[in-house]
């Protein structure tokens, strides 16, 4: 059973893309992390998105504020996970939010 489901962390992210929900980066920004694990925080979920190259790859993890978590095994698991259930021009805004969040330190 997953937690927190793809579509779940999809419409966190197009909330911030609307403009309804403050995206932070945790550590380093977006652009000095460039290849890795990137911390990100929107609404009080904490997310581990994966940087390849300065292009969103795919979500690792995710820590819902009520404790729920989920995890890319489970996602892939489960047919789907997050980034993919996002359309190429909003995978394209998330870029640019991500690539001007405030870093905050954890």
Aim: glycine residues 6%; proline residues 2%.
């Amino acid at each position: 059973m997953i937690s927190i489901s793809a579509q779940e962390i999809a419409e966190l992210f197009r909330k911030a893309i609307r403009g309804e929900s403050k995206v932070v980066v945790v550590g380093c920004s977006w652009n000095e992390a460039y290849c890795g694990d990137v911390k990100v925080r929107i609404d009080g979920y904490d997310l581990v998105i994966f940087n390849d190259c300065d292009e969103i790859d795919y979500v690792d993890n995710a820590t819902a504020p009520d404790g729920r978590t989920c995890d890319f095994e489970s996602w892939f698991e489960d047919g789907i996970e997050p980034i993919a259930c996002l359309t190429s021009d909003e995978l394209g805004k998330l870029d640019i939010i991500l690539e001007n969040a405030e870093v905050v330190s954890d």
